[in-house]
């Protein structure tokens, strides 16, 4: 089983931007699809944006899309999630998920003036 590693979050104000980084020490990720998922305080977790093995494919939630980027760079066995024009509503705790295995931990992104 493989253990992620999500990073990146923070606080930042409504409109700011941030880029989550996802990735798997010791595992190479290129073999997979990564989704990032996102959990809200009292909510279900739900998938945010999913990006095919090669990259060239997307897919976002439709409160993702136009304002969130999912990418991957296979050579450094990483994957990102690009979030921009951020609303409070985005405040949650983010993960990724792809190969089998437990959840990470999850990055916590907080959206507040």
């Known amino acids: 089983q493989v253990q992620v590693v999500e990073s990146g979050g923070g606080l930042v104000q409504p409109g700011g931007s941030l880029r989550l980084s996802c990735a798997a020490p010791?595992?190479?990720?290129?073999?997979?699809?990564i989704t990032w998922y996102r959990q809200a305080p009292g909510k279900e977790r739900e998938p945010v944006a999913v990006i095919s093995v090669s990259g060239s494919v997307t897919n976002y939630a439709v409160f993702a899309k136009g304002r969130f980027t999912i990418s991957r760079d296979n050579a450094k066995n990483t994957v990102y999630l690009q979030m921009n024009s951020l609303k409070p509503e985005d405040t949650a705790v983010y993960y990724c998920?792809?190969?089998?295995?437990?959840w990470g931990q999850g990055t916590q992104v907080i959206v507040s003036s």
């Open positions: 998920k792809g190969p089998p295995g437990p």
């Open positions: 010791g595992f190479t990720f290129s073999g997979y699809a």
